[in-house]
């Protein structure tokens, strides 16, 4: 699957793997070394993360049912815990460094 911001058509993630059970969301990105360029993991549902056990940086992006960003937290250093957003019912974790400021809140992203 890949992820397109629809206001520019820019793709952000050509492949974006899905976490969407309990396993595979509370393993996530930790004790991987790195996340490559192009790539990002889908937590599904997940209004809250964390960055324990994580070894690099991550930019994450807050979304609604509907793919409207509601919170983004770019360069999220390890070891540290995000805020809880209302209402996100998916979260998107880049590399660190990934966005630089091209997702804003109100964007709509398209997964497909």
């Known amino acids: 699957m890949k992820c397109t911001l629809k206001r520019t058509g820019e793709i952000?993630?050509?492949e974006v793997e899905l976490a969407n059970t309990y396993f595979t969301r509370l393993k996530g990105?930790?004790?991987r070394k790195h996340l490559?360029?192009?790539n990002g993991l889908l937590l599904d549902p997940c209004p809250q993360i964390?960055?324990?056990?994580m070894r690099f940086d991550i930019d994450a992006?807050?979304?609604d049912k509907n793919g409207t960003v509601l919170y983004?937290?770019?360069?999220?250093k390890p070891w540290r815990f995000g805020r809880f957003v209302r209402g996100s019912r998916r979260t998107l974790e880049l590399a660190g460094g990934t966005l630089k400021g091209?997702?804003?809140e109100g964007d709509e992203l398209v997964f497909n």
């Open 102 to 104: 091209r997702v804003r």
């Open 72 to 76: 983004v937290k770019e360069n999220m």
């Open 36 to 38: 490559a360029a192009g």
């Open 50 to 53: 964390h960055t324990c056990f």
């Open 61 to 63: 992006v807050f979304v």
């Open 12 to 14: 952000l993630v050509a």
């Open 29 to 31: 990105l930790m004790f």
